[in-house]
């Protein structure tokens, strides 16, 4: 009935372009972000005669691209060239083609996971060969490898700065933490292997999203002092680490324990990125910095600064302190190109340093002529506020995107400089963070790996463009692709996002059977919180339900009462007295039921000394974060919190039982 999504349109066309996005003119020098590397073919002989004389016509694009194995429909390619062609002749220059097929080779998911042979290359890349390893078929146990040799597969590459930046935050942020020692034992970052070998027992990780996201995981759940041969112990602290990145809204697609167990660098180090980033952009909000409403243009309400990505913000707050500056170069529009030359960052250190800074920041660096020179003088700039955060010249002069949006958000959190005077402080009651329930969903949608990334719900869903996605990953071949706006006219925006939101309605009560009474196509356009909320709650649902009814291998859909049914027949057949009579038992606020069900579904998991039975609320919230922590480590995919199950929340304890049945099936029964 439809192809895929993807097979339409580029993700982020027509949305608003993310900070880090340089366009195409830096894509070939970062393109190796992308770690899905082939050899550079489009440099090729029979390439290069096709641009003898000059720019090749749109009707040649398509051969050449499958020439060079990228493999894409003709519709698809009549969209995308549009926006490649610079000269709307209809013809692409070679530089042009590059970018078009540098852009398509960055999109181009190998959709598994992979093994790998790593050699350090003298380029600053280590680059590696890989063969198919895990499969993602949610009937596999996640403990199971199923290995097929496939000698034709693409080089994969990890940038050497980045590994090395990488090992040093890591060395600096979780330096005391008293099991892992790296003040005394750090990371060898010039070691190729150094970091993916700390990483291979899941402790690392596990401490590292606690420091992105405190009380993510209760560090009593977590398996300490054992050998490199116990791969069972090991492989369930990295079940618990990688669950609880999907919980805090990593993208954890194609990511299990043996990639990690193995150190396979480009998953290795993707995860750590985005554990890092949520880590870098937590406090980059109203609540707290309500300096940041300076940054709002006319017409704009501290409401917009949540629509808004990390690095949209973030380059907001850039050419803001640049505005009070003495600066009198152009806009930074990314962190790439437009920072390479270090005249915009030794402005902006010195509008944010303190004024009692000793000594104090000069714009000396600004009298050297030689990029890589100025570069490190600038970053001797930075010392002086201890705010270099790993950073070398070469990092700023090649424009690394994820190491100067790393470098830009430590400056913020360190300094933000956004005083703001009593009288322009938020109104009580005004709009300025998520709530628990909205970060709850934006967190699952985005460790499906959806794209584009989610920031705020009610305006990244109001085209109804992830919505329809989610419907096909719950249902696949639901949405009729052919129907759907992909792209938007400027004058006819509204109307073909509303058809989009409509068909989101009407596909929710056909085939989905959604409860979508009183839901409109203009409600989700307009960003109703209310009924936005409601269709993304019974999407999570029928999400989580849709991999029990696979695993079950049943026909007809999983209901509520099954769950309770699978549950209390595990309880008595592992002898617990607990009994499960509805996801509104009040009695489930001390997370006992659900530990025992856990330790039903593995034995002797639960270490039951560990549990408070003192009633209080603090007591309550310590057993929730135990049971979430062990849910995950035994492989539940859970993204409620602690409070849910405090609050006793019937829709996110439904999701909290599903989990562990689904986590049921997939045990390996002895």
Request: include cysteine; glycine fraction near 4%; proline fraction near 4%.
């Given at each position: 009935?439809?192809?895929?999504?993807?097979?339409?349109?580029?993700p982020n066309?027509?949305?608003?372009?993310?900070?880090?996005?340089?366009?195409s003119?830096?894509?070939?020098?970062?393109?190796?972000?992308?770690?899905?590397i082939?050899?550079?073919q489009?440099?090729?002989?029979?390439?290069?005669?096709k641009?003898?004389?000059?720019?090749?016509?749109?009707s040649?694009?398509?051969?050449i691209?499958?020439q060079?194995g990228?493999?894409?429909?003709?519709?698809e390619?009549?969209k995308?060239?549009?926006?490649?062609?610079?000269?709307?002749?209809?013809?692409?220059?070679?530089?042009e083609f590059?970018?078009?097929?540098?852009?398509?080779?960055?999109?181009?998911?190998?959709?598994?996971?992979?093994?790998?042979?790593?050699?350090?290359?003298?380029?600053g890349?280590?680059?590696?060969?890989?063969?198919?390893?895990v499969s993602?078929?949610i009937?596999?146990?996640?403990?199971?490898?199923?290995?097929?040799?496939?000698?034709?597969?693409?080089?994969?590459?990890v940038l050497?700065?980045?590994r090395?930046?990488?090992a040093?935050?890591?060395?600096?942020?979780?330096a005391?933490?008293?099991y892992?020692k790296?003040?005394?034992?750090p990371?060898?970052?010039?070691?190729?292997?150094?970091?993916?070998?700390?990483?291979?027992?899941?402790?690392?990780?596990?401490?590292?999203?606690?420091?992105?996201v405190?009380?993510?995981?209760d560090?009593?759940?977590?398996?300490?002092?054992?050998?490199?041969?116990?791969?069972?112990?090991?492989?369930?602290n990295?079940?618990?680490?990688?669950?609880?990145?999907r919980?805090?809204g990593?993208?954890?697609?194609?990511?299990?324990p043996e990639?990690?167990s193995k150190?396979?660098?480009?998953l290795v180090?993707g995860?750590?990125?985005?554990?890092?980033?949520?880590?870098l952009?937590s406090e980059?909000?109203?609540?707290?910095?309500?300096?940041?409403?300076?940054?709002?243009?006319d017409?704009?309400?501290?409401?917009?600064?949540?629509k808004?990505s990390p690095?949209?913000?973030?380059?907001?707050?850039?050419?803001?302190?640049l505005?009070?500056?003495?600066?009198?170069?152009?806009?930074?529009?990314?962190?790439s190109?437009?920072?390479?030359?270090s005249?915009a960052?030794?402005y902006?250190l010195?509008?944010i340093?303190?004024a009692?800074?000793?000594?104090?920041?000069?714009?000396?660096p600004?009298?050297?002529?030689?990029?890589?020179?100025?570069?490190?003088?600038?970053?001797?700039?930075?010392?002086?506020?201890?705010?270099?955060?790993?950073?070398?010249?070469?990092?700023?002069?090649?424009?690394?995107p994820?190491?100067?949006?790393?470098f830009?958000a430590?400056?913020?959190?360190?300094?933000p400089?956004l005083?703001?005077?009593?009288e322009?402080?938020?109104?009580?009651?005004?709009?300025?963070?998520?709530?628990?329930?909205?970060?709850?969903?934006?967190?699952?949608?985005?460790?499906l790996?959806?794209?584009?990334?989610v920031?705020y719900l009610?305006?990244?869903l109001?085209?109804?463009?992830i919505?329809?996605q989610?419907y096909?990953?719950i249902r696949?071949?639901?949405?009729d692709?052919?129907?759907?706006?992909?792209?938007?006219?400027?004058?006819?925006?509204?109307?073909?996002?509303?058809?989009?939101c409509?068909?989101?309605?009407?596909?929710?009560?056909?085939?989905l059977n959604?409860?979508?009474?009183g839901?409109?196509?203009?409600?989700?356009?307009?960003?109703?919180?209310?009924?936005?909320?409601?269709?993304?709650?019974q999407?999570?649902?029928?999400?989580?339900?849709?991999?029990?009814?696979?695993l079950?291998k049943?026909?007809?859909?999983?209901?509520?009462?099954?769950?309770i049914?699978?549950?209390?027949e595990?309880?008595?057949r592992?002898?617990?007295?607990?009994?499960?009579?509805?996801?509104?038992d009040?009695?489930?606020?001390?997370?006992?039921?659900?530990?025992d069900?856990?330790?039903?579904i593995k034995?002797?998991?639960?270490?039951?000394?560990?549990?408070?039975?003192?009633?209080?609320?603090?007591?309550?919230?310590?057993n929730?974060?135990y049971?979430?922590?062990?849910?995950?480590?035994?492989g539940?995919r859970?993204?409620?919190?602690?409070?849910?199950?405090?609050?006793?929340k019937?829709?996110?304890?439904?999701?909290?039982f599903a989990?562990?049945?689904?986590?049921?099936?997939?045990?390996?029964k002895?």
């Open positions: 009935m439809s192809s895929s999504f993807s097979a339409y349109r580029n066309t027509n949305r608003q372009n993310s900070g880090n996005d340089d366009g003119k830096d894509l070939k020098s970062n393109i190796r972000e992308s770690r899905w082939q050899p550079e489009w440099q090729s002989p029979e390439v290069e005669q641009f003898e004389k000059g720019a090749i016509d749109f040649e694009v398509l051969g691209l499958q060079l990228i493999k894409v429909q003709k519709f390619l009549d995308i060239l549009e926006t490649h062609d610079k000269n709307k002749d209809r013809k692409l220059s070679k530089e590059e970018a078009l097929y540098l852009k398509l080779l960055a999109e181009k998911d190998p959709g598994t996971t992979w093994n790998k042979n790593v050699r350090s290359m003298a380029a890349v280590d680059r590696f060969v890989t063969r198919k390893s993602d078929d009937d596999s146990n996640s403990s199971t490898v199923e290995k097929q040799q496939d000698a034709s597969g693409p080089y994969h590459s050497v700065e980045e090395v930046w990488t040093n935050w890591v060395n600096q942020h979780l005391d933490d008293p892992l790296l003040r005394t034992n990371i060898d970052s010039q070691d190729p292997q150094g970091l993916y070998k700390r990483c291979q027992d899941g402790i690392l990780l596990c401490k590292l999203i606690n420091i992105a405190p009380k993510t995981i560090e009593r759940a977590i398996n300490l002092n054992f050998s490199k041969q116990d791969i069972f112990r090991q492989s369930e990295l079940e618990l680490a990688i669950n609880s990145a919980g805090i990593c993208k954890v697609v194609n990511i299990h990639n990690i150190g396979v660098p480009h180090m995860l750590l990125w985005q554990i890092i980033r949520i880590q952009t980059i909000n109203l609540k707290h910095v309500p300096g940041l409403v300076l940054l709002l243009r017409g704009e309400t501290p409401e917009d600064l949540l808004l690095e949209e913000l973030l380059l907001r707050w850039f050419n803001y302190q505005q009070r500056s003495q600066y009198k170069g152009k806009p930074v529009t990314n962190f190109g437009d920072i390479k030359n005249e960052y030794t902006l010195n509008v340093a303190p009692n800074t000793k000594p104090p920041l000069t714009h000396n600004l009298n050297e002529t030689d990029l890589r020179r100025r570069a490190e003088l600038m970053l001797q700039e930075s010392d002086k506020i201890k705010a270099r955060a790993h950073m070398t010249s070469d990092d700023v002069v090649k424009g690394n994820r190491l100067n949006f790393a830009v430590n400056l913020f959190n360190t300094y400089a005083d703001l005077p009593t322009k402080l938020p109104e009580p009651g005004i709009v300025i963070e998520e709530t628990r329930e909205e970060k709850t969903y934006r967190n699952f949608i985005n460790s790996g959806i794209e584009p990334h920031n009610y305006s990244d109001c085209d109804g463009l919505i329809l989610l096909d990953i696949p071949n639901t949405v692709w052919a129907k759907i706006y992909k792209t938007f006219n400027a004058i006819k925006e509204r109307f073909q996002k509303l058809n989009n409509n068909y989101a309605v009407d596909y929710a009560k056909e085939p959604f409860k979508v009474t839901i409109g196509g203009s409600d989700i356009l307009e960003g109703n919180k209310t009924l936005t909320l409601g269709l993304v709650w999407i999570m649902r029928a999400y989580t339900l849709s991999i029990l009814q696979k079950a049943s026909t007809k859909p999983i209901a509520d009462k099954d769950i049914n699978w549950a209390n595990k309880l008595k592992a002898n617990k007295k607990t009994v499960l009579t509805n996801f509104q009040q009695s489930l606020s001390d997370s006992m039921l659900i530990c069900l856990i330790d039903a034995p002797g998991s639960i270490q039951y000394h560990l549990l408070k039975t003192s009633g209080t609320p603090e007591a309550k919230m310590d929730a974060l049971a979430i922590s062990m849910a995950r480590k035994i539940a859970i993204y409620a919190l602690p409070d849910d199950i405090v609050e006793t019937q829709k996110m304890l439904l999701t909290v989990c562990l049945m689904a986590s049921d099936m997939t045990v390996p002895n």
